[in-house]
Structures are given as structure tokens and as C-alpha cells.
């Protein structure tokens, strides 16, 4: 069974402007319970969601999402003991550098804490990606190594090659969240090849991809059947497990500056 490693829920309101503005059909309805449905479907046993504000019963493995890295400070033994794997941030919807000032303390708590912190590479479509380059990403690689870090979309949006020069090698993880669009087989063999496909984490970035679709697309990207079972289920298991991974379904309350 395939570990999915990089989901989100959507509002519907929000779901269908982003599914307008980027001239693509969703997935899944954004709810967690399609998400579990069309995952299952998929061949996913479990499956990671990058902004949960609460733990949910199944599959999922919670990540909370910082919309206030001074709140996450605060809160991050609570929202460790509650059931949560790890953060996701997204420098750009937060207006913040991801080698900057302002995230450095979300960083350093995570790594004391036991959490891994799952990085949105890129930006919106339409957004010049300012926040979360590979060369600020390649800082925060190097600035945070007791950290686990996640970056996500194989380190970058349409900035594959530098991804790949800057990163690869770096002790990180990428996930393969929403890989079969604009980056070649080419280049995502290069980049697998590089980094490593023990440091390869499966990702969709459902609603917006299907975990099918990604599982194809690493079938014919040359990669061997050994490093395809990394990539799709045993590097989550090595990760969860060094991280002490316990789910806590007794304790789901949300906590303060979360968002779905």
C-alpha cells in the first residue's frame, strides 16, 4: 500500500476559485471524507494532510499548518502531544522568506520538539516565487540539519534544474506532490537519481492530483522496482518511526491560528 505523503482539505468556496483561476478540474470535493474515499481507491493505506486542524480517525497523518509562527512556538508540545507528525508552512501565503528571521524560530522548535516541518516549495501559479527559491531553501537545508525537514514538489515549482544543483545530496527530504505537471521524466529521473530514493518521500497533492497519476509517472521514470517501494511506502515508515510517531485520536480539539 502507497503512503501519500502530501494531501490537503479544501473549503468548496476556495476549491472551485483555485480550480478556476488555475484552469484545472479537482480530484476529490476537498472534504476528508472523499479524501479518504478516493485514496483508498487509489491504493493508499495512509496518507499525510498538510493542514488538519485536527486529527482525524483513519488513514490520516496530521500536519499543522502555521499561520502565526509566534502561535506555533507557544503551542508545539501541545499540538506534538496531540497527535500531530509534524508543521507545514508555506512562505509565500505567509509573506515570509523561508531562510528568514521570521520562520527561523518555527524551524528550531520543530527540531527540539520532534516535529517535521513540510515546506511548500514554489508559489501559486501566477506568483514569481520570491519566498521559497532553491537557494533560500538551500539555506534553510544547511542552517536547520537537526531538523527533519520535507520540502515539497520535488523542492520546487518549474525551478526543477536549480532544485536540483542546489539540493540534491542535502539531508532533506522531497515529496513528489503534483510532480507530472511541467517538470519532465527527464528531469525527475535526474533529481530521484541524485538526491536519492531513499530520501523520496510519495506525495499527490490531493485534490488537485491523483495519487494514480503520480504512481505512473514514477513507473516510467526508470527508477527500479526497489527504489519505487522506497518512494511509495517505506521511507514514510522509517520517517514516521524516527519521529515517534503516535497518534493521538482522544485529543482532537483544534488549536488556536489553525486553518482548513
Not at 59 to 78: H, I, Q, T
Not at 142 to 156: E, P, Q, V
Not at 189 to 196: D, G, T
Request: aromatic fraction near 10%; include cysteine; charge should be neutral.
Amino acid at each position: 500500500m502507497i503512503t501519500d505523503f502530501h494531501c490537503r482539505l479544501c473549503p468548496e468556496e476556495e476549491l472551485y476559485e483555485t480550480a478556476k483561476k488555475e484552469k484545472s478540474l479537482p480530484f476529490s470535493d476537498g472534504t476528508y471524507a472523499d479524501l479518504s474515499k478516493k485514496a483508498k481507491l487509489c491504493g493508499v493505506g495512509a496518507f499525510a494532510v498538510m493542514n488538519c486542524a485536527a486529527p482525524y480517525e483513519g488513514g490520516s497523518v496530521p500536519f499543522f499548518p502555521v499561520c502565526d509562527p509566534e502561535s506555533f512556538v507557544c503551542a508545539a508540545d501541545k499540538i506534538k502531544s496531540r497527535g500531530y507528525a509534524g508543521v507545514s508552512i508555506d512562505p509565500e501565503r505567509l509573506r515570509a522568506p523561508a531562510d528568514g528571521r521570521r520562520l527561523h524560530p518555527v524551524f528550531e522548535k520543530a527540531a527540539v520538539t520532534g516535529l517535521a516541518v513540510s515546506v511548500r516549495c514554489g508559489g501559486s501559479h501566477f506568483s514569481e516565487y520570491l519566498y521559497c527559491t532553491p537557494e533560500r531553501l538551500c539555506t534553510v537545508a544547511d542552517r536547520y540539519r537537526g531538523a527533519t525537514l520535507i520540502f515539497s514538489h520535488l523542492a520546487g515549482i518549474r525551478k526543477w534544474n536549480a532544485a536540483a544543483e542546489e539540493l540534491c545530496g542535502k539531508q532533506v527530504y522531497f515529496d513528489t506532490a503534483a510532480c507530472v505537471f511541467d517538470v519532465s521524466v527527464k528531469t525527475a529521473k535526474k533529481i530521484i537519481s541524485e538526491h536519492k530514493a531513499d530520501r523520496i518521500l510519495f506525495g499527490s497533492d490531493m485534490p488537485w492530483c491523483p495519487p494514480s497519476l503520480i504512481s505512473a509517472f514514477l513507473s516510467v521514470c526508470g527508477i527500479s522496482g526497489e527504489e519505487l517501494e522506497l518512494i511509495e511506502h517505506k521511507n514514510a515508515k522509517r520517517l514516521l518511526s524516527a519521529l515517534s510517531y503516535k497518534p493521538n485520536l482522544n485529543s482532537c480539539v483544534p488549536l488556536p491560528h489553525s486553518e482548513t
